[in-house]
């Protein structure tokens, strides 16, 4: 099944003129991060005037921005009943007390039991997207 796709289109004014293209598209869109826009480039998914512009490209007075974001895949990562002291928790965030040795990722040699198999539990659905994939992400 092929992924959606979203496409944005700008148009650089006086502003935004002479910035890299990774740093103008952080810019234009608020929800894109430099290292997601460095990736959008790589694959072809940020034109200018028609063409994939080089990273090191600097915006130009009236360039056409084209941005194309695929729609978040979803993860292969499942819940977990597993108990978890959580500190604080709203719409947009949850804290919680991490118990000491308790692995935050899975990976090679943890596959389910750590922390974010708790966490997709307790927020079900309502986790947000991000580099394309809609999967948990820690913030200190």
Same mark, same amino acid.
């Given at each position: 099944m092929a992924q959606e796709k979203n496409k944005s289109e700008y148009i650089i004014q006086? #502003?935004?003129? *002479?910035?890299? =293209? $990774?740093?103008c598209i952080t810019?234009? $869109?608020? #929800?894109?991060?430099?290292m997601a826009a460095q990736r959008m480039l790589e694959e072809g998914n940020i034109k200018v005037n028609g063409n994939t512009p080089k990273p090191s490209y600097k915006t130009v007075l009236? !360039? +056409? /921005? #084209?941005? /194309?974001?695929?729609?978040?895949? #979803?993860t292969s990562l499942k819940g977990q009943d597993i108990p978890i002291d959580?500190?604080?928790e709203d719409? !947009? /965030? =949850? @804290? @919680?007390?991490k118990p000491k040795g308790m692995v935050v990722h899975p990976a090679n040699g943890n596959p389910d039991g750590t922390l974010v198999n708790a966490i997709m539990n307790?927020? +079900? *659905?309502?986790?947000? *997207?991000i580099g394309g994939e809609i999967r948990p992400r820690n913030c200190t």
């Open positions: 006086e #502003e935004n003129k *002479g910035l890299r =293209i $990774d740093k810019i234009l $869109d608020n #929800e894109i991060s430099r009236n !360039d +056409k /921005i #084209e941005i /194309i974001k695929s729609k978040p895949k #979803e959580i500190l604080y719409k !947009d /965030i =949850i @804290v @919680v007390n307790i927020c +079900k *659905g309502s986790l947000s *997207g």
